[in-house]
């Protein structure tokens, strides 16, 4: 019996093992869903694998969370999560007003409402074809709206011109203007009023370059260097005064110029004897000529220019003429220094310009026709502006005229009053806040020369 009672336990007992290990565990940690949540997540997969890309079914959230089906497209912005439960991706919209989601969204680039549920990539592809002709179709639009509205607030020059043909009056180019001053100047039945009205205003239009070039293609420049022959004074000095805004910084001009005879012309008008107005725009029209021109610097110098101008500064009540002319002439010689300069550091002078300049013979010619002393009296001058322009020269003839100056005891005081003058006005200007005003850089100019001539 007692081993009856033993085999029964053993066959009950093993009973309870296979039980026990055909039976599913179950854990705290443990989801009952799990298996059935990973088994959706493949068939979810497999399925979107299989799915057409080009065909997209968009799905329209609410603000309640809804079950989303495999191959349905998720608008932007909105809410998904992944229900542990049964396995299924749920989708609602972001929790804020439809106002700022619509803002948001469209700052963003998101897409817009779609009423359709599928989109091929074709049906994509033709609605951004028609958006882009209806862009330009509007485009088109804008322009013919701003064509007309131009169109209504300007005619055009056809009509204005039947109009004021009705009216008697012409619409004329400046060469027209010019072609008309010209043939007012050189007739003969023209009065000196008519004729100096006619300069006056050719003067306005050669200052632009391409009006004085104009002049010169229909020999208007000449029929004016020949006005300088004139009996009048006011009519040389109106056609000096034409001449001179037309050579301003205009080579082509510049050269005829000089072919027609005009620096003759304005030479000897400044050597006779002239109202001061009329030689007041010579010198202007000969300044214009001589700058940056150094062929007309060389036809100066051997015309025998710079004795002119010494006549003309040495006479009595053209004080005003000597301070321009002091001044043309640091200008003639500053040029010259720095186009040797720009040549020798940069090459980018012409060799030909070069060479020109080089001819230029003019701080030899100053020195023996007496400049060094002629720039060292205009010094007492009382003007504070024309006594700065008298300093530069005096600084630019420096090399030149050193032992002139020295050999001077009369520039020597007068540097010393100055220097005693303009350091009261430079302390005048320190008590100002003005570290570095007007009277001290005069005063720096009077101390260098000084320091110089010791």
């Given at each position: 019996?007692?081993l ?5 336990g053993l ?5 309870f093992?296979?039980?026990?290990s055909?039976?599913?565990p179950?854990f705290?940690?443990t ?9 959706a ?8 694998e299989e799915?057409?890309p ?6 329209h959230p609410?603000h309640?969370?809804q079950a ?9 912005g909105s809410?998904?999560?992944?229900n542990?439960?049964?396995?299924a991706?749920?989708?609602?919209l ?7 989601s ?9 897409r ?15 609605a951004?074809a028609?958006?882009k002709?209806?862009?330009e179709?509007?485009?088109s639009?804008?322009?013919k709206?701003r064509?007309a ?7 055009p020059i ?7 043909e ?6 004329e180019?400046?060469?027209?203007i010019?072609?008309?001053l010209?043939?007012k100047?050189?007739s ?6 008519e004729?100096i ?9 050669v200052h632009q370059?391409d009006?004085?070039q104009?002049?010169l293609?229909?020999g ?14 006011l009519?040389k ?5 034409v001449?001179?805004?037309a050579f301003?910084s205009?080579?082509k001009?510049?050269?005829?110029a000089i ?11 400044l050597?006779t004897?002239q ?8 010198l202007f029209?000969?300044?214009?000529l001589?700058r940056?021109?150094?062929y ?8 025998g220019g710079l ?5 003309l500064?040495?006479?009595?009540g053209t004080e005003?003429l000597a301070?321009?002319?002091?001044t043309?002439l640091y200008?003639?010689v ?7 300069e720009e040549?020798?550091?940069t ?6 310009k070069?060479q020109?300049y080089?001819?230029v ?7 023996e026709?007496?400049?060094?002393e002629i720039t060292?009296h ?8 024309a ?5 530069q020269t005096?600084?630019?003839l ?7 100056y020295?050999?001077d ?6 540097l ?7 350091q009261?006005l ?8 003005e570290?570095?005003g007007y009277f001290r ?8 020369l000084?320091k110089?001539?010791r």
């Amino acid at each position: 019996m007692a081993l009856l009672g033993m085999l029964l336990g053993l066959l009950m007992a093993s009973c309870f093992t296979f039980c026990l290990s055909h039976q599913k565990p179950e854990f705290a940690l443990t989801s009952p869903e799990k298996s059935s949540t990973k088994e959706a997540e493949r068939r979810e997969t497999t399925a979107e694998e299989e799915l057409d890309p080009e065909v997209l079914e968009v799905f329209h959230p609410t603000h309640e969370w809804q079950a989303l089906r495999p191959g349905q497209a998720v608008p932007a912005g909105s809410h998904v999560r992944l229900n542990l439960q049964t396995g299924a991706r749920e989708v609602k919209l972001q929790e804020e007003d439809k106002f700022r989601s619509n803002l948001k969204g469209l700052k963003k680039g998101r897409r817009l409402d779609i009423n359709t549920n599928t989109y091929t990539s074709q049906d994509l592809k033709s609605a951004l074809a028609k958006f882009k002709e209806g862009a330009e179709v509007e485009s088109s639009k804008e322009d013919k709206e701003r064509q007309a509205k131009v169109k209504r607030l300007f005619r055009p020059i056809e009509e204005l011109k039947k109009d004021f043909e009705e009216l008697n009056v012409v619409i004329e180019t400046d060469m027209q203007i010019m072609v008309r001053l010209i043939n007012k100047f050189n007739s003969s039945s023209s009065s000196l009023e008519e004729k100096i009205a006619a300069l006056f205003d050719l003067e306005y239009y050669v200052h632009q370059m391409d009006n004085a070039q104009d002049l010169l293609s229909f020999g208007g420049l000449q029929v004016v260097i020949n006005g300088l022959n004139s009996t009048e004074p006011l009519v040389k000095e109106y056609a000096a005064f034409v001449l001179g805004a037309a050579f301003s910084s205009n080579p082509k001009v510049q050269v005829e110029a000089i072919e027609g005879g005009a620096l003759q012309k304005l030479l000897v008008i400044l050597a006779t004897e002239q109202p001061l107005p009329a030689k007041k725009k010579v010198l202007f029209a000969l300044c214009s000529l001589l700058r940056h021109f150094p062929y007309a610097q060389q036809q100066f110098l051997k015309l025998g220019g710079l004795q002119v101008l010494r006549s003309l500064v040495q006479a009595k009540g053209t004080e005003v003429l000597a301070v321009r002319v002091v001044t043309l002439l640091y200008d003639l010689v500053t040029e010259k220094m720095f186009a040797e300069e720009e040549a020798e550091l940069t090459w980018e002078t012409s060799p030909e310009k070069l060479q020109q300049y080089r001819q230029v013979h003019l701080l030899p010619g100053l020195r023996e026709q007496g400049w060094c002393e002629i720039t060292a009296h205009l010094l007492a001058v009382p003007e504070h502006d024309a006594r700065e322009k008298v300093l530069q020269t005096l600084g630019a003839l420096l090399a030149t005229c050193r032992d002139r100056y020295r050999q001077d005891p009369q520039l020597s005081r007068t540097l010393v009053s100055l220097q005693a003058e303009y350091q009261a006005l430079a302390a005048l200007e320190l008590q100002d806040g003005e570290d570095e005003g007007y009277f001290r850089e005069l005063l720096g100019s009077i101390n260098s020369l000084l320091k110089e001539l010791r």
